[in-house]
Each structure stands twice: as C-alpha cells, then as structure tokens.
C-alpha cells in the first residue's frame, strides 16, 4: 500500500466492504475502486457490530489475494458464514458498523512454554495465532481491550483454537502479527 495515505485507505476499505454488503443484499450495483494499492496482495479481517456487540468477524491471516478481493470477500463472509452468528438480514445493514483491519505479515513466537509465551505477549499490540497439531485459533489485536490480562487472553484464544485453557502441549505453535485498522 505505498501511494495512499492511511485516512484515504481507510476510507476506500471501508467503502468497499459496505458496497460488498449492499450488493449481496441487492441494494446498489457494485462501484469498485481503482486503486492500484487495492491490487496488492493484503491479509484482512472484517467485524462486524450491531449496537456495540459483534454480529460477525471473518478474515485472511496471509495475504494471498488482492486485499481489494480479500476485504470484498471477508465483509460478505463476516455478514453470511460467521458460525457464531446468525446470517446478517437485510434490514440490519443501516444499522450495522463495518470495521477493517489490514494484517502484518505473522512472525513466529518461539515459546517452548505457557510462561515462555506469555512473556513474548505484547497486550493491545499483537494478533495472536495459536495452532496446536488439528486445532488453530487467532484474535485480533483489538480483542486485548476485552482480554488484557495475557493469561487470559491466552486462555481464551486456546478455547476458541479448540483447546483446554492453560494445558500447554509441545506441539503448540504461536505467531504475532500487528493490524491497521479503521471503522465506522
């Protein structure tokens, strides 16, 4: 993303993943950007909220699509196949918050502990994605503001990946990634 500033990136991204949702609701024919920053390969996540409370939140960990392509698909796919949720209707779209976060690359977290781990944790920096033999997991930086203690944090990106909280197992993997993000 080298020729845009952040606030006019902001806005295309967020744009762009509301016109996602107009269109699959049939609401407006699709204007897409021409940026040429947007055909870059990006990683996104893309959460949505109803009233302050999250309602979807889908995304790319690695960037392997243009990130105009990969907002455009995750802003559909957090309205329709978050499976937390159910399906966003097409009355909620007024009242909905788009929110886009542009990922960093993952780097490794080279913990060979719980303990070891917890001390590499940057609170309210870090994205965090846990995988462990079948089961893998992340939160978003953002989730710190509702998790700030690390054990904690740790404990439930554990839960979510599918695992028991605090049960460190040797095969645990972790990585770091930072976000940009913008909202409504």
Known sequence: MTTAGPDIRGRVLLALARASLAEAFGLEAASGSREPWLQEPGASFVTLRRAGELCGCVGSIHAYRPLGDDVWANARAAAFSDTRFPPLGRGELPVITVEV??????????AGSEREALALLRPGV???????????????PQVWEQLPDPRQFLGHLQRKAGLPPGAWHPATRLWRYTVVKWEE
């Open 101 to 110: 976060s542009v990922l960093s690359a993952p780097e490794p977290l080279h």
């Open 126 to 140: 870090d994205g965090v994605i846990l995988e462990c033999q079948d089961c893998r997991g992340t939160f978003l």
